[in-house]
């Protein structure tokens, strides 16, 4: 299994060239990745990765694991998942980083999921680090076979074995909220093409550009973006868990100050809490973040206003306006899709509000009801966008319709439970669920998510503009309010909005809040929520990286 087929002297070896240059990265840079901060910082430069992942790869083939193969895979800290990555890709194995229980998962039904995923991806093994060590008998019970980072760190170092273009690297786990698991199929060509766009699109300069980031790496922007990248580049990075940045969401901050920090990215919300944490604990001065050039915004829907408060809350510390750059991707087209300009800055696209609920056009204006868009960037090297009403005609620039995206860097698929199913179209599109339009200048804007556009009276309401309305509410948790929509389909169609308060025991409060979202939500898109519930903190469900459930919150309002 583990030799490459074709190797005859006649026959042509297909190399990937993702791994090729991941190889010479590790042989020509002097720079590495530094994990462990703020109690007990390391740094390993990528030529000392490339040997962990020598000896991991010894101990992955004395287990049988070879070309082709799937592998689990559930460790929590970088500095074991780099090589462990690096190490699976030696053997032309993918990898599939599992969901992580967290302290409050009920550990039996966690491992029924687990197990779920396990056979669904049809995993050789599973290789299990801290602090996941408790899993192992629950996954040696079931009769899969579990190897340890440790074990494998152990075994003798062998070379790495030729490995295709077109072999899977990746199968990124969606967070999708059906129950049903899926994986996106990400082959060693979409991450190359993917990668060798974003250097373009971000100025990447390896030699003076140093990554900052906390973000999990079972989510592709930690995994590709912030581990894989610099990785393949062999850039400076410094790589910490979400579980420290929730501990202390300033240690950002610190180590951006710290290590000069040129690069980050992260979600809306983090933003959002980061500008709040900046504003109530830090001294002016005490950091200094005037390095930062490219601090991505991505993965959630981007708000204006957030950016603006992040601005201002990041301006006593250097914090460049120009630095906070929108942008688009998803894990179907490996990571990324648009970026803002470098140097850019946050865009607004002011439209007519009415009219983009109406007419499904994006027109332009500075008065009357207006909602303000944040421009995602134009799209990136070898990727094409088409956007298409309801009939399949393609709409020309400002015309509102789902956005369908085609190049080298789109997934060819989707491992299920019923097997394999294709991404793309004959023809190479990748249907993204996402409404939006491009701008005449080639800038992607995305409205929302086809699923959840409440239509009523035929006007497309968005649950973003709902939610961010009953956000404004005093009493409201800040990111804790969801739009559900009601009676889908139905030709009166309707929603209902719940937030979280920390009040949610005071009936005089509670009633205050209610009165007060569908006061703003009616304000906001002229339209009354059929019913405002008031819940506790933690009630309203997220997936694994913040986003809200929408369609699994139906039951907290009905």
Same mark, same amino acid.
């Given at each position: 299994?583990?030799?490459?087929?074709?190797a005859? #002297?006649?026959?042509?070896?297909? +190399?990937?060239?993702? !791994?090729?240059?991941?190889?010479?990265?590790?042989?020509?840079?002097?720079?590495?990745?530094? !994990?462990? @901060?703020?109690?007990?910082?390391?740094?390993?430069?990528?030529?000392?990765?490339?040997?962990?992942?020598?000896?991991?790869?010894?101990?992955?083939?004395?287990?049988?694991?070879?070309?082709?193969?799937?592998?689990?895979?559930? &460790?929590?800290?970088?500095?074991?998942?780099?090589? =462990?990555?690096?190490?699976?890709?030696?053997? /032309?194995? $993918?990898?599939?980083?599992l969901?992580?229980?967290?302290?409050? =998962?009920?550990?039996?039904?966690?491992?029924e999921?687990? *197990?779920?995923?396990?056979?669904?991806?049809?995993?050789? &093994?599973?290789?299990?680090?801290?602090?996941?060590?408790?899993?192992?008998?629950?996954?040696?019970e079931?009769?899969?076979?579990?190897?340890?980072?440790?074990?494998?760190?152990?075994?003798?170092?062998?070379?790495?074995?030729?490995?295709? @273009?077109?072999?899977?690297?990746?199968?990124?786990?969606?967070s999708?909220? =059906?129950?049903?698991?899926?994986?996106?199929?990400?082959?060693?060509?979409?991450?190359?093409?993917?990668?060798?766009?974003?250097?373009?699109?971000?100025?990447?300069?390896v030699?003076?550009?140093?990554?900052v980031?906390?973000?999990?790496?079972?989510?592709?922007?930690?995994?590709?973006?912030? *581990?894989?990248?610099?990785?393949?580049? /062999?850039?400076e990075?410094?790589?910490? !868990?979400?579980?420290?940045?929730?501990r202390?969401?300033?240690?950002?901050?610190?180590?951006?100050?710290?290590?000069?920090?040129?690069?980050?990215?992260?979600?809306?919300?983090?933003?959002?809490?980061?500008?709040?944490?900046?504003?109530?604990q830090?001294?002016?001065?005490e950091?200094?973040?005037?390095?930062?050039?490219?601090?991505? $915004? /991505?993965?959630?829907?981007?708000?204006?206003?957030?950016?603006?408060?992040l601005?201002?809350a990041?301006?006593?510390?250097?914090?460049?306006?120009?630095?906070?750059?929108?942008?688009y991707?998803? &894990?179907?087209?490996?990571?990324?899709?648009?970026?803002?300009?470098?140097?850019?800055?946050?865009?607004?696209?002011?439209?007519?509000?009415?009219?983009?609920?109406?007419?499904?056009?994006? #027109?332009? &204006?500075?008065?009357?009801?207006?909602?303000?868009?944040?421009?995602?960037?134009?799209?990136?090297?070898?990727?094409?966008?088409?956007?298409?009403?309801?009939?399949?005609?393609?709409?020309?620039?400002?015309g509102? /319709?789902?956005?369908?995206?085609?190049?080298e860097?789109?997934?060819?698929?989707?491992?299920t439970?019923?097997?394999?199913?294709?991404?793309?179209? @004959?023809?190479?599109?990748?249907?993204?669920?996402?409404?939006?339009?491009? =701008?005449?200048s080639?800038? +992607? +804007? +995305?409205?929302?998510?086809?699923?959840d556009?409440?239509?009523?009276?035929?006007?497309?309401?968005?649950?973003?503009?709902?939610?961010?309305?009953?956000?404004?509410v005093?009493?409201?948790?800040?990111?804790?309010?969801?739009?559900?929509?009601?009676?889908?389909?139905?030709?009166?169609?309707?929603?209902?909005?719940?937030?979280?308060?920390?009040?949610?025991?005071?009936?005089?409060?509670?009633?205050?809040?209610?009165?007060?979202?569908?006061?703003?939500?009616v304000?906001?898109?002229?339209v009354?929520?059929?019913?405002?519930?008031?819940?506790?903190?933690?009630?309203?469900?997220?997936?694994?990286?913040?986003?809200?459930?929408r369609?699994?919150?139906?039951?907290?309002? !009905?």
């Open positions: 299994m583990g030799m490459c087929t074709g005859d #002297v006649d026959e042509e070896v297909v +190399v990937s060239r993702f !791994t090729e240059k991941m190889y010479a990265s590790a042989r020509n840079s002097s720079r590495g990745m530094v !994990t462990g @901060e703020p109690h007990t910082p390391v740094r390993h430069t990528w030529a000392e990765v490339h040997e962990r992942a020598r000896c991991i790869a010894g101990g992955l083939a004395a287990a049988g694991v070879g070309l082709g193969d799937a592998v689990g895979v559930l &460790a929590g800290f970088p500095v074991e998942i780099a090589p =462990t990555a690096q190490g699976l890709w030696m053997r /032309g194995a $993918s990898l599939t980083m969901h992580q229980p967290t302290p409050r =998962t009920d550990l039996a039904l966690w491992a999921d687990t *197990l779920t995923v396990i056979g669904m991806i049809e995993a050789k &093994a599973v290789i299990v680090s801290e602090p996941f060590t408790v899993a192992i008998p629950v996954l040696e079931k009769g899969i076979t579990v190897l340890t980072v440790d074990q494998l760190l152990a075994s003798e170092p062998i070379d790495p074995i030729d490995v295709g @273009e077109d072999d899977l690297a990746l199968m990124q786990l969606t999708g909220s =059906t129950g049903s698991p899926k994986a996106v199929q990400i082959t060693h060509r979409n991450i190359r093409s993917n990668a060798e766009a974003m250097f373009i699109g971000a100025e990447y300069d030699d003076k550009d140093v990554m980031s906390w973000l999990p790496c079972f989510h592709d922007m930690g995994m590709v973006g912030f *581990l894989t990248i610099p990785m393949y580049f /062999g850039a990075l410094v790589k910490v !868990t979400p579980v420290d940045f929730l202390d969401t300033l240690l950002w901050a610190r180590l951006i100050d710290k290590y000069k920090g040129t690069m980050t990215a992260a979600p809306n919300f983090a933003y959002a809490l980061f500008a709040k944490r900046l504003r109530r830090a001294k002016p001065g950091f200094d973040l005037s390095t930062l050039r490219f601090a991505l $915004s /991505g993965a959630e829907p981007v708000e204006p206003a957030d950016v603006d408060d601005i201002d990041g301006k006593p510390f250097g914090l460049r306006p120009e630095a906070i750059l929108p942008a991707g998803m &894990a179907e087209t490996t990571l990324a899709v648009s970026f803002s300009p470098c140097g850019a800055g946050l865009v607004v696209d002011e439209v007519d509000a009415d009219l983009l609920a109406a007419l499904r056009r994006a #027109v332009p &204006a500075t008065k009357g009801h207006t909602k303000r868009l944040a421009t995602l960037g134009p799209l990136l090297k070898d990727l094409e966008a088409r956007v298409i009403d309801d009939h399949g005609n393609v709409m020309p620039p400002r509102v /319709g789902v956005i369908e995206l085609r190049g860097c789109v997934s060819p698929g989707y491992m439970m019923g097997g394999f199913i294709p991404a793309q179209d @004959e023809h190479g599109w990748y249907d993204t669920g996402d409404l939006g339009y491009v =701008t005449e080639g800038h +992607v +804007v +995305v409205c929302g998510r086809v699923k556009v409440i239509i009523m009276a035929g006007r497309n309401i968005y649950p973003t503009d709902i939610e961010r309305a009953a956000g404004r005093e009493g409201v948790r800040q990111g804790c309010a969801v739009a559900v929509r009601l009676d889908a389909g139905h030709s009166r169609e309707t929603f209902a909005v719940a937030v979280e308060s920390n009040n949610w025991q005071d009936p005089v409060e509670v009633r205050r809040i209610e009165h007060q979202v569908a006061h703003e939500v304000a906001e898109v002229d009354r929520p059929r019913n405002v519930v008031v819940l506790g903190p933690g009630s309203i469900p997220k997936t694994s990286s913040g986003k809200l459930r369609s699994t919150s139906v039951s907290l309002v !009905t």
